[in-house]
Structure formats: structure tokens, C-alpha cells
């Protein structure tokens, strides 16, 4: 979690975006959603779609996070598994 909101790069095909999103499947494979940066001359209007990365294959770009840490998602444990808390 501590990579979400962050700038990244997919080190394959070099699409860069925002970390918007992370599953853990039941194998063990973590991917990532990974959302470009919205573009008005060329979106007609719709934002892009997150693409799915393997955690691998994702570099954080030193730019810095994009939400704040005061905002950022909190994860808290809990007797039923993990909750994610978005902040208000």
C-alpha cells in the first residue's frame, strides 16, 4: 500500500501514470493499476483506464507522491482481514 498515489513508470513499455490501485491474487502475484495522466486534446472527454502492471515490472519515479501523506489510504487490520479507509 505504501506505493499507492505515487508516480510511476512501467519499465517495459514505458507508460507512466499515477499507482491508483494494487491486487494481491491468490497465487501471490501483486499488480498494480497504473492510470496515465489525463490529456484534454486527445481524451474526447473520457479519462483513461488503468492498466494493469506486475509489481516488477513498476519503477517510482522520483517526482514524489501525487496525494499527500496526511490523505493518503490507510490500511487497518481488522478480525475479518484487511479495510482499506479512504480519507474524508
Given at each position: 500500500m505504501k506505493?499507492?498515489?505515487k508516480k510511476a513508470k512501467d519499465k517495459?513499455?514505458?507508460m507512466k501514470g499515477i499507482l491508483t490501485s494494487r491486487i494481491i491474487y491468490l497465487n501471490?502475484?501483486?499488480q498494480y493499476g497504473l492510470t496515465p495522466k489525463y490529456d484534454p486534446k486527445t481524451g474526447?472527454?473520457?479519462y483513461p483506464d488503468s492498466t494493469w502492471i506486475d509489481e516488477g515490472q513498476i519503477e517510482i519515479l522520483p517526482t514524489g507522491e501525487?496525494?499527500?501523506k496526511s490523505n493518503a489510504?490507510?490500511?487497518k487490520k481488522s478480525p475479518?482481514?484487511?479495510q482499506v479507509h479512504l480519507p474524508r
Open positions: 506505493n499507492l498515489g517495459v513499455s514505458g501471490g502475484c501483486i474526447n472527454g473520457k501525487v496525494i499527500p489510504v490507510k490500511e475479518g482481514g484487511s
